[in-house]
Structure formats: C-alpha cells, structure tokens
C-alpha cells in the first residue's frame, strides 16, 4: 500500500514518525513524507523520501516576546546576576502559561464555556492556522495525485486528515504525547451540548470546514482525532478516551547523531542525566530551566551528573561541580541506560527514553503542552517526581533527587512501566495491524468530483 506520513515542520514531530516510517518501508510498502519546505534535508536525513509541500510556517514569530525574555536571561547569567535571572525565569514561566496554552487537565468540571472556548478561539488562530493554512492545498493536491491508502498525521497537523478525507484514505494519528488534544474536544463537545444554538461556536470545526467544502468534502469529527490513534507509550499513562487506539513500542531516532566514548561501559556512580529539551530551547532561544539552580543542587553529590546544555547556555556557566559534565548533545538512547535517574522538563524525548529503559525520572515542567500531564500521570504511577519549574531551587531539587535515588519504590513502578512499554508491538510488528485497520477504514467519503 501507499502510505503518507505528514507533519508540520518541527524536528522533534518528524523524529517520532521515522522508526514506523521505515518499518512500513521494510516491509514493502512505497512511503513518503510530506512536510513543509524546511523540513526537507531532515527528512532526506533520515534516508526517507520527503515531498515537500506549502510554504514554512511562521509560528517562531510567534515566540519573539519568548525569545526576547531568553536573551535576557542569558545577559544576566554572564554577569552573574542570579536574582535577576531568577526573576526573568518566572517571567518566562508566566508568559509561557496561560489559560489558553494550559491543556493539561481536560475536565469539564474544571473548565467552563468560556475558557474552553478561549482554548480554541486562540489556538486556532495562532496555531493550527499558522502551522496548517500554507500546506493544507498542496497536500490535498499531492494525496489526489499520489493517492495514497493510510496517511499518519503528526498531532497539530490538521491538513493531513483533511487531504485524506478529501481523497477517501484511511488516516491514523502517531502520538507523541498525552492525548490532551481529543480529550479537551471532549470536554469542549460537551459543554457545547449545555449552550444555546446561537451560542455554539465551533473555532476548530468552523476552520475545518473551510478547508474540507473548498477541495469539495465535508466535515466529519474524525478530522480532529484520526480514525484511529496510534501510542507510542503506555496505556497507564495515557488518558481515557473514547477512541480506537493501538499502541505501538517507543523507538527511538535523534537525526544524525554521534555516541560519546565515555558512554560506554558502566559508571562507577549513579549516572543522572539532565536534559531541558532541545526542540523547546531552539524555539524560544534558551532553556526555561534554571540552569545553576540545577547545578547547584547536584553539587557534592555523589553521583556523575551529565547535563546537556546548549552551547549558547554552557557559555554563561560561571562554575561547573566536579561531579559534573556539561555536553551539548548526547543521543539520549545511548546514555539513559546507564543512568539511575533523568532530569528533564517533560518532552517527548526524554520522557520516552526514561520510560523504555526503567529509569526513574525527575519533571521540571510547567503547564504548556502536556507537560504537566506527563509529570502528574508519572508521579501518580509512582515512577517518577516532579517541581513545577518556578518552584526549582537548589534545595528543593536536590532533596527530592536524593529521594528519587534512595528510594527503591521508584526504581521498581519504572521498571513496572518498563514492561508495559516493552509488552507493546515494535513498529515492526504493528504494520500487519496498519494493513488491516486501512483496508477497514478506506474509502470514508472522498470528494465530489
């Protein structure tokens, strides 16, 4: 069969779909990934067959007063001003957090009308628009071209089902995260339902449908969650929803990347690993998280701590513990497995990485994405702890990674998700499951004419 991967231009989406890209690709099946033009030499990168399409997006504009607040914040750790970067980090936190952005406890108990509605009203504006609207046609013209049987959509990118409905394929999301998006739709549906007539606004549906009655189709509810859902993590860290869903064994491809020689073999000390997150600091220009505060909550502990810092970051670092090493990049498949313990604000990577090797993990997030939702899952199955990032100071982390460490219930519940993880179909695996679920799903309703 033909199968279509398509993202939006982000590195860190792209990375998730390449081990099921390949998978497909071994076992015959003709694939190629669409993206925007950015995207390319990621793709090509990774030995795949990129179909470029649109235009690239603008969504780093949106990061300016981000990306503005980052730089000071490295002015200041060069001149040793802590309390003014500790200051500027809560800034940061603050701006970063909002009612629009928080998506990370879906409940109609806890939303209203009004809020959830705010969630839509400004994402799709200043999202899923910004990201979609300069690829969605060329994608539509492409699937009418290529026809292809099963398109994989990245979460976000809306003009994936959309060029599959319009041509009559079966499509699937890859998750790379909690499912907080179907689950807020949820939540918005419901609420919808308790509104009067003139009061039920539709932000995403509304945007959906422009797009789907131009290219001559309509809009079904499946655009905004896939036909089915595909999850790269455990079930018991994932929400509960309505959906068909099957899960799939993380794996893990960081792009083109070179193993350190002093990875190998084991430490003669607790190995903890520190990673901010590569993809968010590329956006807004720096890490969120209090570097030195980090540093200086591992100081005199005996353990070897590797913290990886982009070198824009390691430049401002005034001191560096003995037990300390500061790296810009290290694959995360190749250290973790050493580690006793990881640090990291609550990305994919990371997360998935900790997770598939039973390492228990230490959250740093705030409440952006699903960050929050991954720290308080993981802490409620006892594999991990977490600080809400403002709350980062010396004291409070190095006293709850001393815990995480010493404790051996974390060690244990991580080992537990690790089976979990484990117990899943490798890409591999799962693509006889893919061709039977797009011979079930094909052939929705494809445009008129």
Not at 49 to 69: C, I, K, S, W
Not at 287 to 294: F, K, M, T
Not at 411 to 421: C, D, K, N, T, V
Request: charged share 20%; glycine share 8%.
């Amino acid at each position: 069969m033909r199968v279509l991967f398509a993202t939006v231009s982000e590195k860190s989406h792209l990375y998730t779909m390449v081990p099921l890209a390949w998978a497909l690709t071994t076992a015959g099946h003709e694939v190629r990934v669409a993206g925007n033009p950015a995207l390319t030499e990621a793709i090509t990168g990774a030995g795949l067959t990129a179909t470029p399409v649109g235009t690239d997006h603008r969504m780093r504009d949106a990061f300016a007063p981000y990306q503005e607040l980052a730089e000071r914040i490295i002015d200041a750790r060069k001149q040793g001003d802590r309390a003014g970067a500790g200051a500027l980090y809560r800034s940061l936190h603050a701006l970063l957090e909002n009612e629009a952005t928080d998506w990370n406890e879906p409940s109609a108990e806890r939303e209203t009308w009004a809020s959830v509605l705010r969630k839509y009203q400004v994402n799709v504006e200043g999202m899923y628009r910004v990201y979609n609207d300069g690829m969605v046609d060329d994608l539509v013209e492409l699937a009418r071209a290529w026809r292809p049987d099963l398109v994989i959509w990245s979460p976000l990118t809306y003009a994936a089902p959309v060029a599959a409905r319009v041509v009559g394929a079966a499509h699937a999301r890859l998750l790379w995260n909690v499912d907080i998006y179907p689950a807020m739709r949820g939540v918005f549906l419901e609420l919808a339902g308790q509104q009067a007539a003139q009061r039920r606004e539709d932000p995403l549906a509304e945007w959906l449908t422009g797009h789907l009655r131009r290219h001559g189709s309509d809009f079904a509810e499946e655009v905004t969650t896939g036909q089915w859902t595909i999850d790269q993590g455990p079930a018991s860290l994932q929400l509960p929803l309505d959906l068909t869903r099957v899960h799939v064994r993380y794996a893990p491809y960081n792009g083109p990347s070179v193993e350190p020689d002093w990875v190998r073999g084991a430490p003669d000390r607790p190995r903890v690993c520190f990673t901010p997150g590569s993809s968010s600091a590329s956006v807004i220009g720096a890490s969120h998280l209090p570097v030195h505060e980090i540093l200086d909550a591992v100081d005199g502990l005996d353990i070897e701590f590797i913290a990886s810092v982009p070198a824009q970051e390691a430049g401002t670092l005034r001191r560096v513990p003995d037990n300390t090493r500061i790296v810009d990049f290290v694959p995360l498949h190749t250290i973790v497995p050493s580690c006793s313990a990881v640090i990291h604000h609550g990305g994919f990577g990371g997360w998935s990485a900790a997770l598939l090797h039973g390492v228990p993990q230490f959250l740093l997030p705030i409440r952006f994405s699903d960050w929050w939702a991954k720290a308080t899952l993981l802490d409620a199955r006892g594999g991990g702890a977490y600080l809400h990032a403002s709350e980062v100071t010396a004291e409070t982390l190095r006293a709850g990674l001393v815990r995480l460490l010493e404790e051996p219930s974390y060690r244990a519940s991580a080992a537990r998700l690790q089976q979990e993880m484990l117990a899943a179909p490798t890409p591999n695996d799962l693509v006889p499951t893919l061709e039977k679920l797009t011979e079930l799903s094909r052939g929705g309703v494809p445009a008129r004419g």
